[in-house]
């Protein structure tokens, strides 16, 4: 929960300067390949993640790495999160600014738990009537985990919506418990 709040203040601030220059899209594809790079390449996750590097020495990694890639301002940003001792914080970072940026152009991202695939045709019948409900277009990912049972749970944002069968049994017991015979 600690990661979360901390990088919803970072990702505020730099979306709140990203949105003042109107380049949301361009600093989020730059973060994103910070983040990408940092993740792919062997070792450099760990190195940043390490708490006895020095910040000096982060710097000048990240200032090699992406001198020509990113602009000035998305630079400041990333020094200043070494700075303050936050690089851990990077890629949570990114997925709060992710969302910033997909709620100021009207997306929610859901994701659709079920225990099967499902065709692309209901996947899509189902985003519209998300899209519908909820005002903005809903972008919708699926994941199938066959522990479900069957039926589909969703998750949007910090609501879920569960229908699997295996929530209805988890139901079913507690009602069972409870139940007096007489």
Known sequence: MLNKSVARRYAEAFFSIAREADKIDAYQ????KV???????????????HLLVPAKAKKELIQKVFADQLSPMTMNFLLMVIDKRR???LEYIYNEFADMADESRGIRQAELFAAREI??????????????STGKQVLLKLTVDPALLGGVKIRMGDQIVDGTVAKKLQMLKENLKQAKIS
Do not use: R
């Open 29 to 32: 594809v730059e973060m994103e």
């Open 35 to 49: 983040i990408q790079t940092i993740n792919e390449v062997e070792g450099m996750k760990e190195y940043m993640d």
């Open 87 to 89: 690089e851990s914080y």
């Open 119 to 132: 065709s692309e045709e209901d996947l899509a019948t189902l985003a519209q009537s998300l899209s519908s």
